[in-house]
T-cell receptor, first 113, second 112 residues
Framework: DGGITQSPKYLFRKEGQNVTLSCEQN?????MYWYRQDPGQGLRLIYY???????QKGDIAEGYSVSREKKESFPLTVTSAQKNPTAFYLC????????????FGSGTRLTVV | QKEVEQDPGPLSVPEGAIVSLNCTYS??????FMWYRQYSRKGPELLMY????GNKEDGRFTAQVDKSSKYISLFIRDSQPSDSATYLC????????????FGQGTRLTINP
């Protein structure tokens, strides 16, 4: 079945550590997105990529980094510069020309301990 | 002011009730309007989508868009306990590169 796989489902980070969240899709979608979800704030865009080897900052990119070396993969690194990283992180993808066809992964819950 | 405003609730109604969920927005460039349903600890799934103004019906769900008032609604008829979830409105402008802007989400509980 086609879809988006995010791993791990739960992740614990110590203060000062960098952690990387995985996102893989087998939908052959061109565009991929990372969102952060906090209670009562909806989804906020961190980074997005329209094509391989290219990506743009979203609304809350500070403290995060991404890469897009392969079409199917868009990993997100939460760096130690991110002051409040505890949140639910969602990866999504869509075909480049469409406006509706966003597919989301099941998310990664990141907690700072 | 946020581009998209949505009452976060929580909203609790008895089974069988009609539920009305709403969002307002400020960006007149928005043309595509969507409703996502998100169960606890899961990713959002697309429930309904409309282009520009008008109504769209799919089973027990009806989506309405009033662009003159910058107001969109989702109605759920004969609500079921399985409808209990967080409902997120989302919208974007024209063009594949347009970003999707989400409301805060409304947490809905249908009581048996």
């Amino acid at each position: 079945d086609g879809g988006i796989t995010q791993s791990p489902k739960y992740l614990f980070r110590k203060e000062g550590q960098n952690v990387t969240l995985s996102c893989e899709q087998n939908l052959n979608h061109d565009a991929m997105y990372w969102y952060r979800q906090d209670p009562g704030q909806g989804l906020r865009l961190i980074y997005y990529s329209q094509i391989v080897n290219d990506f743009q900052k979203g609304d809350i990119a500070e403290g995060y980094s991404v890469s897009r070396e392969k079409k199917e993969s868009f990993p997100l690194t939460v760096t130690s510069a991110q002051k409040n990283p505890t949140a639910f992180y969602l990866c999504a993808s869509k075909q480049g020309s469409g406006n509706y066809g966003y597919t989301f992964g099941s998310g990664t819950r990141l907690t700072v301990v | 002011q946020k581009e998209v405003e949505q009452d976060p609730g929580p909203l609790s109604v008895p089974e069988g009730a009609i539920v009305s969920l709403n969002c307002t927005y400020s960006n007149s460039a928005f043309q595509y309007f969507m409703w996502y349903r998100q169960y606890s600890r899961k990713g959002p799934e697309l429930l309904m989508y409309t282009y520009s103004s008008g109504n769209k019906e799919d089973g027990r769900f009806t989506a309405q868009v009033d662009k003159s008032s910058k107001y969109i609604s989702l109605f759920i008829r004969d609500s079921q306990p399985s409808d209990s979830a967080t409902y997120l409105c989302a919208m974007s402008g024209v063009g594949g590169a347009q970003k999707l802007v989400f409301g805060q989400g409304t947490r809905l509980t249908i009581n048996p």
